[in-house]
């Protein structure tokens, strides 16, 4: 069995589902972690009373990768 323990990893999750059945097993499971991590980040943002209520809110993006590659997390973050 695999564990996606991270929000993100909802974007490969059939590829992690290919690459598992056809290298180990074809019955291998997902299970994923996305709403327990996103509950998880809610409470610690609630803890500390870093929740935004206005409407609209600002939303902005950091990298600790390369910054040319950010507008592309843009573009697709709002694409939800």
């Known amino acids: ?15 992690i589902a ?8 074809e019955g291998c499971k997902i299970f994923d972690g996305k709403q327990g991590t996103a509950n998880q980040l809610l409470h610690i943002l609630q ?4 929740i935004c209520m206005q409407t609209p809110s600002r939303i902005e993006f950091a990298t600790s990768g390369d ?3 950010i507008q592309k997390y843009q573009e697709l973050f709002e694409s939800f």
């Not at 290919?18 to 097993?25: F, I, L, R």
């Not at 803890?47 to 870093?50: A, D, I, L, T, W």
Request: hydrophobic content about 30%; proline content about 3%; aromatic content about 14%.
């Open 67 to 69: 910054p040319n590659n």
């Open 18 to 25: 290919k690459y598992m059945k056809a290298n180990y097993n």
């Open 1 to 15: 069995a695999v564990v996606l323990g991270c929000t993100h990893y909802s974007f490969v999750e059939k590829t």
């Open 47 to 50: 803890n500390k009373g870093m």
